[in-house]
T-cell receptor, first 116, second 113 residues
Framework: EAGVVQSPRYKIIEKKQPVAFWCNPISGHNTLYWYLQNLGQGPELLIRYENEEAVDDSQLPKDRFSAERLKGVDSTLKIQPAELGDSAVYLC??????????????FGEGSRLTVL | GNSVTQMEGPVTLSEEAFLTINCTYTATGYPSLFWYVQYPGEGLQLLLKATKADDKGSNKGFEATYRKETTSFHLEKGSVQVSDSAVYFCALSDLTGGFKTIFGAGTRLFVKA
C-alpha cells in the first residue's frame, strides 16, 4: 500500500515569491493534516481536514498561508508571499476515521522549503 | 493546554549501550501517548504507543510505559545499534477535538560502532 506522498521534496525560492506544496494521503484516510517542522523542533499543526472540511485551522497564518482539499483527497498548501522565516519542513500526514483511528499519524517525507 | 517535554539531545552512545530518553507530559484529560522516530532522510513513523495508564508499548526492542502518577512516558532500549541513530519524538494525542496530536521537540540519538 502506498504511503503519504508529498511534492516537491525540496524547494528554494526568493522571499516574496509564492510556493505550493502538494500531498496525496493514504487511500481511504479521511483525515489529513499539514504540520510545520522548524529546525530542531517537533511538528506543529497548521491545519486539519476531515474529508474536504477544514475542522482546525486555528494555527494557520491566514494572511499568507492557504490550503485546500478539493474532493476530500489530495491537498495543497500555499504560501504567498514567502518570508525568510517560512524556511522549514512542511509535513503532511493522514489518518483513518472512526474505529480505525487509533491516534496514529502516517507521515509523508516532507517538503523542505528554503527562502533566500 | 496540553504539552510534551522531552530531554534535549543529542544523545551519543556506543553500540550495545542502554538507552533512556525522558518524556513528560501535561494533559487535562486522558491522552494516548506515542513515540515517533525519524530516520535520516525519511518521514516520521510510529515506533510505539500506549493508550491508557500502565500500558506498555513496545517495538523493535524499544519500550515505554504510560505512567499517570508521574505523567511520564520514557523510552528505553537495552542495547542500541548503529541503525537506531535517528531523531525520536514523544507525542500525545487528545481524543477530544478529534485526536489533536502534540509533539515534543525531539531528541537526536547518535550510536557509535
Amino acid at each position: 500500500e502506498a504511503g503519504v506522498v508529498q511534492s516537491p521534496r525540496y524547494k528554494i525560492i526568493e522571499k516574496k515569491q509564492p510556493v505550493a506544496f502538494w500531498c496525496n494521503p493514504i487511500s481511504g484516510h479521511n483525515t489529513l493534516y499539514w504540520y510545520l517542522q522548524n529546525l530542531g523542533q517537533g511538528p506543529e499543526l497548521l491545519i486539519r481536514y476531515e474529508n474536504e472540511e477544514a475542522v482546525d485551522d486555528s494555527q494557520l497564518p491566514k494572511d499568507r498561508f492557504s490550503a485546500e482539499r478539493l474532493k476530500g483527497v489530495d491537498s495543497t498548501l500555499k504560501i504567498q508571499p514567502a518570508e525568510l522565516g517560512d524556511s522549514a519542513v512542511y509535513l503532511c500526514a493522514s489518518s483513518p476515521r472512526g474505529t480505525a483511528n487509533t491516534g496514529e499519524l502516517f507521515f509523508g517525507e516532507g517538503s523542505r522549503l528554503t527562502v533566500l | 493546554g496540553n504539552s510534551v517535554t522531552q530531554m534535549e539531545g543529542p544523545v551519543t552512545l556506543s553500540e550495545e549501550a542502554f538507552l533512556t530518553i525522558n518524556c513528560t507530559y501535561t494533559a487535562t484529560g486522558y491522552p494516548s501517548l506515542f513515540w515517533y522516530v525519524q530516520y535520516p532522510g525519511e518521514g516520521l513513523q510510529l515506533l510505539l504507543k500506549a493508550t491508557k495508564a500502565d500500558d506498555k508499548g513496545s517495538n523493535k526492542g524499544f519500550e515505554a510505559t504510560y505512567r499517570k502518577e508521574t505523567t511520564s512516558f520514557h523510552l528505553e532500549k537495552g542495547s542500541v545499534q548503529v541503525s537506531d541513530s535517528a531523531v525520536y519524538f514523544c507525542a500525545l494525542s487528545d481524543l477530544t477535538g478529534g485526536f489533536k496530536t502534540i509533539f515534543g521537540a525531539g531528541t537526536r540519538l547518535f550510536v557509535k560502532a
